[in-house]
């Protein structure tokens, strides 16, 4: 929240919240490094069905101290997965379906 003022009356205003979109294409998250403020949503977006390629999921390998992991459903088309991320670190992130299917979130 922030505070603004308005003809001389202080208001609280909600800031908007914070997403930061990630597309899941054919063997790749794009981008595939992201750095975000700590409450920021990520948003995995796979393709729509005219785009589809191979199925993916979306999986915490490894992430800061007392963070609990993650795992999206496996998904080819039509999909989204989200997580609001509110600790501060280094997110790993992997498609268990495809190893070399990797991408890092940074928390500041």
Excluded: Q
Aim: glycine content about 8%; some cysteine.
């Amino acid at each position: 929240m922030r505070m603004a003022v308005v003809a001389g009356v202080a208001l609280l205003v909600s800031a908007a919240p914070k997403t930061r979109t990630v597309h899941v294409g054919d063997n790749y998250y794009s981008p595939a490094t992201v750095k975000v403020a700590h409450g920021t949503t990520v948003v995995w977006r796979w393709p729509g069905f005219d785009e589809a390629g191979d199925v993916h999921d979306v999986k915490l390998k490894s992430g800061p101290k007392g963070v609990k992991k993650f795992h999206s459903e496996s998904a080819a088309s039509d999909y989204a997965f989200k997580r609001k991320l509110t600790v501060k670190g280094t997110y790993r992130i992997v498609c268990t379906l495809h190893e070399d299917m990797r991408m890092t979130i940074r928390v500041h």
